[in-house]
C-alpha cells in the first residue's frame, strides 16, 4: 500500500509536468512545419536551385512534413475537454488538409477558369460569349473538334476491345502472368515517354538516306518508300491514335481480366451442356456478366482522351491536321498569352467530361444495387 500511494503522486506529478511540455509542443510543432513546407514549396519553385536537391527536400516533405502535421494536429485534438468534443473534431483534423488542397487546387481554379472565360485576352474587360464564338468558328478549333471525336471514338473502342481480347486470351493460358505484365508495361511509362519511344518507331528520312525509324526500314527493306508517317494528313492521327492505344490496353485488359474471373463458371458450363458455343457463350453470357465493367472501363479512358496533350505536343504540336482541344489551350494560353481563349477551351472540355462521368457515377450505382 505504501509503496502504491508513492508511485500515484508521483506519476501524476510527472504528468502534471509533461502536460505543459506537450501542449506548448502541439502548438509550436504545426506552425513551424508550416513555416518549413512554405519555405520547400518556395525552393522547389526556384529554377536555380540543384535538381537532385529539390528532389530530396520534396520526398521529404511529403513523406515526414505531412506526417507530422498531422500527428502534431491529432494531438492538440486531445487537448479538447468532451470525448464527444474530441470525436467531432477529429475526422475534420484528418480530412481539413485534403479538403483545403480540392479547394484550393481544384475548385477556386474551376470557377477562376470559369470567369475568365468571359473576359479578353488580357483579363481586363468582360467580352460576353466572344470567345465561345471563337471556339466554335475558327479553322483550327473546327479541326481540333472533329480530331476529338475521332480520338474518342477510335482510342476508346480499340482499347477496349485490344483489352477484353487480350484479356479473354491470355486467361486460357498458362504464362497469363507473364502475358499480362508484356502487355501491361506500357501503362509504367509516361505519356511523353511514350511519345518519345514513338517519335524513333515513326522516324522518317528522304528514299536515300538510311532510315532510324523502325516501320520505315522495314518498308524499305521490303522495297517499298519511306512514309512520312507524322506528316501525312490521311493517317497520321491515326498513328498518334495507335499510341494512346498501346497505353491503355494494359489498363483495360487488367480491370477487364479481373471482371472475367468473377463470371461464375456454372453458367458456362450450364450453356455448355445445352449446347452452345463459345462465340454464344461469350456474348450472352459473358458480356452481360461484365457490361458494367466495360463501361467503366470506357468512361474512365474516354476522360483520359478527352484530355489528351501530351501525345500530341509531343509528336507534332497540333501541326499537320493533328490539333486536339487541349493542345489548342495550351497554344492560345502559353503562347499566344490569349488567357480568355484558353479558359474558354478549358470550359469546354470541363462541360465534354461532366456526361461521361455522369454515366460513370449512374453504372455505379446499378452495380451497386445489383450486388
Given at each position: 500500500m505504501s509503496l502504491q500511494s508513492n508511485k500515484t503522486p508521483q506519476s501524476l506529478a510527472d504528468i502534471l509536468t509533461l502536460a505543459p511540455i506537450r501542449l506548448v509542443a502541439s502548438l509550436i510543432v504545426p506552425v513551424l512545419t508550416f513555416i518549413i513546407m512554405y519555405w520547400s514549396f518556395n525552393f522547389m519553385n526556384d529554377k536555380e536551385a540543384p535538381k537532385l536537391l529539390v528532389m530530396l527536400v520534396g520526398l521529404f516533405i511529403g513523406i515526414f512534413g505531412v506526417w507530422i502535421l498531422y500527428w502534431s494536429t491529432d494531438n492538440l485534438v486531445s487537448w479538447l475537454p468532451t470525448e464527444n468534443l474530441r470525436q467531432g473534431v477529429r475526422p475534420f483534423v484528418f480530412v481539413g488538409p485534403a479538403?483545403?488542397?480540392?479547394?484550393?487546387?481544384?475548385?477556386?481554379?474551376?470557377?477562376?477558369?470559369?470567369?475568365?472565360?468571359?473576359?479578353?485576352?488580357?483579363?481586363?474587360?468582360?467580352?460576353?460569349?466572344?470567345?465561345?464564338?471563337?471556339?466554335?468558328?475558327?479553322?483550327?478549333?473546327?479541326?481540333?473538334?472533329?480530331?476529338?471525336?475521332?480520338?474518342?471514338?477510335?482510342?476508346?473502342?480499340?482499347?477496349?476491345?485490344?483489352?477484353?481480347?487480350?484479356?479473354?486470351?491470355?486467361?486460357?493460358?498458362?504464362?497469363?502472368?507473364?502475358?499480362?505484365?508484356?502487355?501491361?508495361?506500357?501503362?509504367?511509362i509516361s505519356f511523353v515517354g511514350a511519345s518519345v519511344i514513338w517519335r524513333f518507331v515513326y522516324a522518317y528520312q528522304p528514299a536515300n538516306r538510311p532510315q532510324i525509324g523502325i516501320l520505315n526500314a522495314l518498308l524499305v527493306m521490303f522495297g517499298g518508300d519511306p512514309i512520312g508517317w507524322l506528316i501525312e494528313r490521311s493517317f497520321n492521327n491515326f498513328a498518334l491514335m495507335a499510341i494512346m492505344i498501346w497505353l491503355q490496353t494494359g489498363f483495360c485488359m487488367v480491370i477487364l481480366s479481373a471482371a472475367l474471373k468473377g463470371v461464375p463458371t456454372?453458367?458456362?458450363?450450364?450453356?455448355?451442356?445445352?449446347?452452345?458455343?463459345?462465340?454464344?457463350?461469350?456474348?450472352?453470357?459473358?458480356?452481360?456478366?461484365?457490361?458494367?465493367?466495360?463501361?467503366?472501363?470506357?468512361?474512365?479512358?474516354?476522360?483520359?482522351?478527352?484530355?489528351?496533350?501530351?501525345?500530341?505536343?509531343?509528336?507534332?504540336s497540333g501541326q499537320h491536321g493533328t490539333e486536339v482541344i487541349a493542345n489548342r489551350m495550351y497554344v492560345e494560353t502559353f503562347r499566344n498569352r490569349d488567357f480568355g481563349h484558353g479558359s474558354a477551351l478549358s470550359?469546354?472540355?470541363?462541360?465534354?467530361?461532366?456526361?461521361?462521368?455522369?454515366?460513370?457515377i449512374r453504372n455505379f450505382r446499378e452495380q451497386r444495387k445489383s450486388n
Open positions: 479538403m483545403t488542397m480540392l479547394v484550393t487546387f481544384l475548385i477556386y481554379p474551376t470557377f477562376n477558369t470559369i470567369y475568365l472565360s468571359f473576359k479578353d485576352a488580357r483579363s481586363v474587360n468582360f467580352v460576353g460569349l466572344q470567345n465561345y464564338v471563337f471556339a466554335f468558328t475558327s479553322p483550327d478549333m473546327k479541326i481540333a473538334f472533329v480530331n476529338n471525336i475521332t480520338w474518342l471514338i477510335v482510342v476508346t473502342t480499340g482499347s477496349v476491345m485490344f483489352g477484353l481480347l487480350v484479356a479473354v486470351l491470355v486467361d486460357r493460358v498458362s504464362y497469363e502472368g507473364f502475358a499480362k505484365s508484356l502487355i501491361f508495361l506500357p501503362m509504367a456454372e453458367l458456362m458450363e450450364a450453356a455448355r451442356i445445352d449446347g452452345a458455343n463459345e462465340w454464344q457463350i461469350f456474348f450472352s453470357i459473358v458480356i452481360p456478366q461484365i457490361y458494367g465493367t466495360i463501361i467503366t472501363v470506357a468512361t474512365t479512358v474516354a476522360i483520359a482522351v478527352l484530355k489528351v496533350f501530351d501525345v500530341v505536343f509531343v509528336m507534332t470550359v469546354i472540355l470541363l462541360i465534354a467530361v461532366i456526361p461521361i462521368i455522369v454515366v460513370n
